[in-house]
């Protein structure tokens, strides 16, 4: 079974600069999943999708950041413009349901440097 | 609202010595509780997971945890500790009030020595 994939693994953009990160979860998966994880923190998660519709942002600076699912497959999170503070792997994770107790499979993460 | 406080930033231990990563957790409900490892440049994996059913979970590569709802603890422990061990771990709660998200603690860095 295919992992989930992310791209690119490493970005590097100067401050005021746009973004934008790309998420192919497990086959059949309907739960995805953004986290933002700062080095030497847990990862905070971003925002949730179940299927195409948006399940939870609220940890999501909107006036920055968007994402979208569309046809409930792959996903982007996109940054705009970014600054110092957004330097971070950006993980992408999904997982069969949306249902307590249910394991997240995390792709390999994108490391973001902010200049 | 839940949280979860991983007591240990960094441990260390010996090459075949047990290993103990302590956590303890907050929740209103009963929570699911999981462990996962990150290895350098590497996704996270997960170990094992504790859904209300026995309260010994026992996970991957000899690891086990125990739920003790009395002390609201979900400690991480293995008998013997392996070189390959060495990695971070985070112990997880999700929040069953019906976005089931995973809420991270800040993780502790395992160093194995030789």
């Known amino acids: 079974e295919a992992g989930v994939a992310q791209s690119p693994r490493y970005k590097i953009i100067e401050k005021r600069q746009s973004v934008a990160f790309w998420c192919n979860p497990i086959?059949?998966?309907?739960?995805l999943y953004w986290y933002q994880q700062i080095l030497g923190q847990g990862p905070k998660l971003l925002i949730q999708?179940?299927?195409?519709?948006?399940?939870?942002d609220s940890q999501l600076p909107k006036d920055r950041f968007s994402a979208e699912r569309l046809k409930g497959v792959d996903s982007t999170l996109k940054i705009q413009p970014a600054k110092l503070e957004d330097s971070a792997v950006y993980l992408c994770?999904?997982?069969?349901?949306?249902?307590?107790?249910?394991?997240?499979?995390f792709g390999p993460g994108t490391r973001l440097t902010v200049l | 609202a839940q949280s979860v406080t991983q007591l240990d930033s960094h441990v260390s231990v010996s090459e075949g010595t047990p290993v103990l990563l302590r956590c303890n957790y907050s929740?209103?409900?009963?929570?699911?509780l999981f462990w996962y490892v990150q290895h350098p440049n590497k996704g996270l994996q997960l170990l094992l997971k504790y859904t209300s059913a026995a309260t010994l979970v026992k996970g991957i590569n000899g690891f086990e945890a125990e739920f003790k709802k009395s002390e609201t603890s979900f400690h991480l422990t293995k008998p013997s500790a392996h070189m390959s061990d060495a990695a971070e771990y985070f112990c997880v709660v999700s929040d069953l009030s019906g976005t089931y998200k995973y809420i991270f603690g800040t993780g502790t860095r395992l160093k194995v020595l030789a």
């Open positions: 929740s209103s409900y009963s929570p699911s």
């Open positions: 999708f179940q299927n195409n519709g948006v399940v939870d």
């Open positions: 994770a999904s997982s069969l349901e949306l249902a307590g107790g249910d394991e997240q499979f």
């Open positions: 086959s059949g998966h309907a739960t």
